[in-house]
DNA sequence: TTCATTAATCGTATTATTGCAATAAACAAA
DNA sequence: TTTGTTTATTGCAATAATACGATTAATGAA
């Protein structure tokens, strides 16, 4: 049905799913990484970083925003982003909690 | 058009892609947690544990076995399944290495 | 062998995602 | 105001993902 049954499911469950989701295409991956890595704020040159059309990295780019996982700012004609660090830190929180489940403890396969 | 175009980005992009990808829907986030949480392996009760149908909890089982996160182990009629300690601890490095880029270098907003 | 149990696979309906051309909107400069 | 520049939005085509009924495959028990 391509619906998933997010109500059958813990907040937590799906904010970790929300957050991963995000991160599940390269674009978005390559976004975040460009913007981490030119440490003063990024206008839409990440169209000619990145090879993608205009349009598509806009949408890109909505759906860090809606996450709060970037913020933007419009500076005459351009839009400068940047990674909204407060949200980054509370989504390593959720993410890191997930990953880092103690390994230790399990026993390998039957 | 539906289809990332991969071949424009880096492999270490579309691996962190494909590991978020993964862990993008609840149900998967959620099996991944119960086999952490049962450190004796599991079998299928996950469809009991979960609401979801037993093909559907198959074809998750299946990706995640893919990607290399879980082994599965046929002991009579029923199957398995836990973590594979070894691909989880090489995710969780490409992950991380992602996850915590360095934010105080990055300026905020413009 | 026959029957019951469990899990995988197949087929298919439905929704989601991706990508971009075309267009609109916002703004600066002339 | 008009013109150019930049970004967002709209609309649409194509592929991917989700879910599950029906079926098959594999195994153990009777």
New binding site residues.
């Given amino acids: 049905?391509?619906?998933?049954?997010?109500e059958?499911f813990t907040d937590q469950q799906n904010k970790i799913a929300l957050f991963a989701?995000v991160f599940?295409?390269?674009?978005?991956v390559s976004i975040l990484q460009h913007l981490f890595k030119i440490d003063s704020c990024v206008?839409?040159?990440l169209?000619n970083e990145i090879?993608?059309?205009?349009?598509?990295?806009?949408?890109?780019?909505?759906?860090l925003?809606h996450l709060g996982l970037i913020k933007?700012n419009?500076e005459?004609?351009?839009?400068?982003?940047c990674i909204d660090k407060e949200n980054w830190i509370v989504m390593k929180t959720i993410m890191s909690e997930f990953l880092n489940q103690d390994i230790t403890k399990t026993q390998d396969c039957c």
Same sequence: chains 1, 2.
């Fill in positions: 049905m391509g619906l998933a049954k997010t059958m989701k599940g295409h390269p674009a978005r206008c839409g040159d169209v090879g993608l059309a205009q349009p598509t990295i806009s949408q890109h780019l909505k759906e925003k933007g419009v005459g004609t351009s839009v400068c982003y």
